[in-house]
């Protein structure tokens, strides 16, 4: 699933069927949310999962864990941040990353980096760690569409004009391909300032 939808796109660019078909389009879409992603979220890897406020822990009947940022993101762009979006895993030797698997979230609480995993780690495990990605402040998905739209039209345009040379010579006008799609990334650009803090913040 993606923030803004083929049918967004073609109504913001006037981009007809004939001239791309809707498999290109969602490619596209893909690219620009992977971009977007980039850009309004902080990525984690391998990061240490905390204990609960009462200093729970892996005692074989835990299941509470806390992760190290709130705000989680949604990684998969679905406007939804659940166990989908990030991946937990156990570590029976700290070191050794050869002992590191992957183990099953049932629950995210994004507002507090709350997980519950869907059993307890036994007393064997020596580690638990996270990938994930978080925001900076609260998420306006309404934002995040229109976003996603502006740069995948920016990025049709670039994939349509693509082949053709720097300068192309109309009749009476001559149309520099550089700039083509240049209204198009300028309005992603307003977005990205209207998401502030969240955007400016990869790293």
Known sequence: M?????????????????????????????????????????????????????GEWIDGVNRVFYLAHKLVADTNFDA?????????YSWTDEQDEATK???????????TGRLVLSAPPPVTVKRLTA????????????????????????????HLHARLPRRVHLPELTVFNDDLGQPFLSQYQRTLDRLRPLSGVSG
């Not at 698997?101 to 507002?111: F, Y």
């Open 80 to 88: 939804v941040v659940d166990a989908s979006d990030l991946k937990v």
């Open 101 to 111: 698997v992957e183990v099953v979230v049932a629950e995210v609480i994004a507002e």
């Open 2 to 54: 993606a923030y803004s939808t083929v049918a967004d796109v073609r109504l913001l660019g006037g981009f007809p069927a004939q001239e791309i078909d809707d498999a290109a389009l969602a490619s596209l879409i893909e690219r620009a949310e992977q971009e977007l992603l980039a850009v309004v979220a902080v990525r984690r890897t391998d990061e240490d999962l905390k204990p609960t406020s009462k």
């Open 131 to 158: 990938d994930y990605a978080y925001y900076l402040a609260h998420a306006d998905w309404g934002l995040f569409r229109l976003a996603s739209a502006f740069l995948a039209a920016y990025l049709a345009v670039l």
